[in-house]
């Protein structure tokens, strides 16, 4: 079977099981987080798939994702890498980490990037606002080199903190960015090409990534709606293409590492490109503030005789604003 621009319709676990080993390069994806239907935030809709629930006992949901990772491995050429996608969650106040299960896989955990996404999407103060998530970079291999090959400066100088904003174009409910895949395939690939894959492919964000840099794909995806329009979004992928090239194109430096090196040139300690006080840009929140100034307002408007418990409530949500 030729498993190259493909898109399965499945259960990536299952699917997986079907695959055969050492067959694909490269691999990103953002599974779903399991953050549960049932946990409304105050200020974005909780994201609610198609076809599958993202409410499992957490338990069983790492269980499954420690499978899924492990049959990544097993389908991934050694010395190929995949990029996994993840965030800190809290479940009555104890934080679950994506290490927790991450470290129970085979694969080599070559680095934790933080993807600084700009933008919170809960402003409670229980917490600092969080606008990162993480990015793991995983490595298999090949025997017992754990380390793996060096990428080029262009793409190393881009650092561990990668700062996108989220999708906001795509009307599919948990989409991440097309620079997000284009910079983890592009890094580890360079001028090589091969097949890439995305079991949990959504909308298809990087099977477009893979087609444009002139890969083959291979995407796993449960919703018969979603893989369908992503087989759409491929074919048009070239509507995308000034995306990928805005991407590509940060990948550039003037002299490599050695190359300054034997001129006699700086080669000391990484200093950003950009004026980091600059690149302060402010937090933007999710809905025009005016909408949530409406929310709060209706909240703290008291009706005529207020309980004491809700008079504390429409306090609390005075206060927020205040913050705001
Ligand atoms: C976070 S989204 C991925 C979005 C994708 N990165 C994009 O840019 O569009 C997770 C996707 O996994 C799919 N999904 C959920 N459970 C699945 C499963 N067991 N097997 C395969 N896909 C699944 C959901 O339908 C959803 O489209």
Not at 86 to 109: A, F, N, Q
Not at 138 to 163: D, M
Not at 176 to 195: C, H, N, Q, W, Y
């Amino acid at each position: 079977m030729d498993y190259k621009d493909h898109i399965f319709v499945g259960d990536a676990l299952s699917v997986l099981k079907s695959l055969p080993s050492d067959l694909v390069n490269v691999g990103v994806t953002s599974p779903p987080y399991n953050k549960g239907e049932n946990k409304k935030g105050w200020l974005v809709k909780n994201v609610k798939y198609k076809d599958s629930s993202d409410k499992l006992p957490e338990e069983k949901y790492q269980e499954n994702q420690v499978e899924v990772l492990d049959e990544l491995f097993r389908v991934t050429k050694p010395g190929g890498s995949f990029f996994y996608n993840h965030k800190l969650r809290w479940e009555r106040g104890y934080m679950l980490h994506p290490m927790d299960w991450v470290r129970k896989t085979r694969w080599t955990i070559r680095q934790e990037i933080v993807w600084d996404r700009q933008i919170a999407a809960n402003i409670r103060g229980w917490r600092f606002w969080q606008v990162e998530e993480r990015i793991y970079w995983l490595y298999k291999p090949i025997e017992k080199h754990y380390i793996g090959q060096e990428i080029l400066s262009k793409h190393a100088k881009l650092s561990s903190i990668w700062r996108f904003p989220p999708e906001r174009k795509n009307l599919h409910p948990a989409p991440f960015p097309i620079e997000l895949p284009t910079r983890a395939i592009f890094s580890v690939m360079d001028d090589i090409k091969g097949l890439v894959i995305d079991p949990y492919s959504g909308s298809g964000t990087t099977l477009v990534a893979a087609k444009l840099l002139g890969h083959a794909y291979l995407g796993i995806e449960i919703s018969k709606e979603y893989a369908e329009s992503s087989e759409i979004r491929v074919m048009n992928c070239e509507n995308e293409r000034s995306g990928v090239l805005l991407e590509t194109g940060k990948h550039t430096v003037s002299q490599t590492f050695s190359e300054r090196k034997a001129n006699g040139a700086w080669a000391g300690k990484f200093r950003p490109d950009y004026d980091a006080n600059k690149q302060q840009i402010p937090l933007k929140l999710l809905e025009p503030k005016t909408r949530y100034i409406e929310k709060a307002v209706k909240k703290a408007s008291p009706k005529k005789k207020t309980a004491p418990a809700s008079d504390q409530k429409s306090k609390r949500s005075r206060k927020n604003l205040g913050g705001l």
